[in-house]
């Protein structure tokens, strides 16, 4: 895992520097954007595989291809989430979503949508807004495969954080664009907000929904889902 870990770390430099190109300014200036991707992958994995390991090193056996990873499993024990109106995003087949808080279901969606061509399918919740400081499971019903259903638990910012996170990410927006800064360089400013917060399913979600036209960037994504998703062994980078 770590050589494919530093393989896409590698990538991510990579993107950083040519994003520094087009954005243009100092020497110190693109240093600090590489390092905020830099931070953000590191910070999210760790050097550690997503899914857990059993005693003997291997991981979860799994009959079929399905991953959850906005929201995850992935994130066990971890940060809670700031969108009220996530996109949901996954790996396999789904047959239905089902959203529950306090141990009723608060929404529900058949799904007929098709995965793209990496495989992974995205759903913009479009239920009631989510209530910050709460506990939620996401219900997750496959078409396939074992166990048939997944169970995913996340929570929400509590209000008075997620009121100054609003404030803040509104400041660093209006000086990043009275700064002449677009695009990808106003998604570092935002990256680098959620990263200092550790809101990493957040984090994610932006990156895997992201239009950036860098083959450096889909890389980063690859890499990404490949990190929270892969159950097998990975093989090293050559």
């Known amino acids: 895992m770590r050589s494919k870990l530093s393989y896409v770390l590698t990538l991510v430099a990579i993107f950083c520097v040519v994003a520094g190109a087009f954005d243009g300014g100092n020497a110190i200036a693109k240093k600090s954007r590489k390092n905020?991707?830099?931070?953000?992958?590191?910070?999210?994995?760790?050097?550690?595989?997503?899914?857990?390991?059993?005693?003997?090193?291997s991981r979860p056996p799994v009959s079929d291809d399905f991953c959850s990873i906005v929201p995850g499993p992935w994130q066990?024990?971890?940060?809670?989430?700031?969108?009220?109106?996530?996109?949901?995003i996954w790996r396999g087949a789904v047959?239905?979503?089902?959203?529950?808080?306090?141990g009723q279901s608060i929404w529900q969606k058949s799904v007929n949508l098709q995965p793209d061509a990496d495989g992974l399918t995205r759903m913009r919740y479009s239920g009631p807004m989510l209530e910050p400081g709460k506990d939620y499971r996401l219900v997750i019903e496959k078409r396939?495969?074992?166990?048939?259903?997944v169970l995913v638990n996340f929570r929400m910012v509590d209000r008075e954080e997620r009121s100054?996170?609003?404030?803040?990410?509104?400041?660093?927006?209006?000086?990043?664009?009275?700064a002449g800064k677009r695009g990808q360089a106003l998604m570092r400013e935002r990256g680098e907000v959620l990263t200092q917060e550790q809101l990493w399913l957040d984090i994610v979600e932006d990156i895997l929904l992201s239009n950036v036209d860098s083959t450096e960037w889909r890389d980063m994504q690859l890499g990404i889902v490949?990190?929270?998703?892969?159950?097998?062994?990975?093989?090293?980078?050559?």
């Not at 991707?37 to 857990?52: A, L, Q």
């Not at 047959?95 to 808080?101: A, E, I, T, V």
């Not at 396939?144 to 259903?149: A, L, T, Y």
């Not at 490949?226 to 050559?238: G, N, T």
Request: proline content about 13%; aromatic content about 10%; hydrophobic content about 35%.
């Open 36 to 57: 905020i991707w830099h931070k953000i992958y590191r910070t999210i994995f760790g050097g550690k595989p997503p899914v857990p390991r059993s005693p003997g090193g």
């Open 76 to 88: 066990l024990q971890g940060p809670p989430m700031f969108q009220l109106k996530p996109t949901w």
């Open 226 to 238: 490949a990190e929270i998703c892969d159950q097998s062994p990975r093989k090293s980078v050559q």
């Open 164 to 178: 100054r996170l609003v404030l803040q990410l509104y400041r660093v927006r209006e000086l990043a664009w009275q």
């Open 144 to 149: 396939s495969g074992v166990p048939p259903v």
């Open 95 to 102: 047959k239905s979503l089902n959203l529950q808080s306090e």
